[in-house]
């Protein structure tokens, strides 16, 4: 039998080729002890002896540590989202701190703090409802928290390029002391910068207690009118405190509401 058939037989062959002259009885006994060891090995399925490998070093404990499971690596946090906006031309005027955010953000740098009173036309609002936007000349919008103004009137419309009448006559509604609606044609308010609310109601009873109807005469893209005794409606919403000048304003009005603010009257108390 080929002695390489199997690992006993090879283990036999090596062990018989020691030099069987030895007499030496320690030498004897250390050749009987190999071959015990290799028969038990190869019964255990493992190596025998002279093909023993060694056992896997033990890894040093900073290796040991680098192999072990690590957290999860850090990231960012998801970007905060963004405000969203929807148009809205109206007037607000400042009632609080008026402060002028570059950003929607109560944390973002302020411009400027704009007066109490200040008047301006907001574009956009944010669907929260925390937030205006509001344009400006230098073409930079600002933000201003919602809860340091207050709503004034709808923006008034655009001038269009149509032609408009020189006299308009007839039954009159107030929109704002400022804006109104004579025989159907929209007529807004020379030098007036108007209110909506109570003010507009006491406009519109005054209106209705002069017989309901006015008389209005162009000047530019604006009008001023008249109720039937004569008396210029825009010099009466100012003396009463219920507007506040607005562009192309004459002296006479500029003195009715300085007059109005001295009195502490309509908006001025």
């Not at 933000?143 to 655009?158: G, M, N, Q, R, T």
């Amino acid at each position: 039998m080929n002695a390489g058939h199997s690992p006993t037989h090879r283990v036999m062959n090596r062990v018989i080729s020691i030099d069987l002259r030895l007499t030496d009885t320690i030498a004897m006994k250390r050749a009987l002890l190999i071959l015990a060891a290799t028969m038990g090995a190869i019964r255990l399925g493992m190596a025998a002896p002279d093909e023993t490998t060694l056992p896997p070093a033990e890894m040093p404990p900073e290796a040991a540590a680098s192999a072990s499971p690590t957290a999860d690596p850090m990231v960012m946090p998801p970007p905060a989202q963004p405000v969203e906006f929807v148009a809205a031309l109206e007037r607000w005027r400042v009632v609080g701190m008026g402060r002028a955010f570059v950003a929607p953000d109560e944390n973002a740098p302020q411009r400027y703090i704009v007066p109490v009173g200040t008047v301006f036309d907001v574009v956009a609002k944010s669907k929260d409802g925390k937030w205006a936007w509001a344009e400006t000349a230098d073409g930079h919008p600002d933000y201003f928290l919602i809860s340091d103004i207050a709503f004034v009137e709808a923006a008034k419309p655009a001038p269009v390029a149509v032609s408009l009448p020189d006299m308009i006559a007839g039954p009159a509604q107030a929109v704002s002391t400022g804006l109104l609606t004579v025989s159907g044609q929209t007529v807004d308010l020379l030098g007036i910068h108007g209110e909506t609310g109570p003010y507009r109601d006491q406009l519109q009873n005054l209106i209705n207690a002069q017989g309901g109807v006015l008389t209005c005469h162009r000047s530019g893209q604006q009008y001023t009118c008249r109720f039937p005794n004569g008396i210029d409606v825009g010099r009466a919403v100012l003396f009463n405190g219920a507007a506040e000048l607005g562009a192309g304003a004459s002296d006479d009005y500029r003195q009715q509401a300085a007059a109005a603010q001295l009195a502490r009257r309509g908006i001025w108390r």
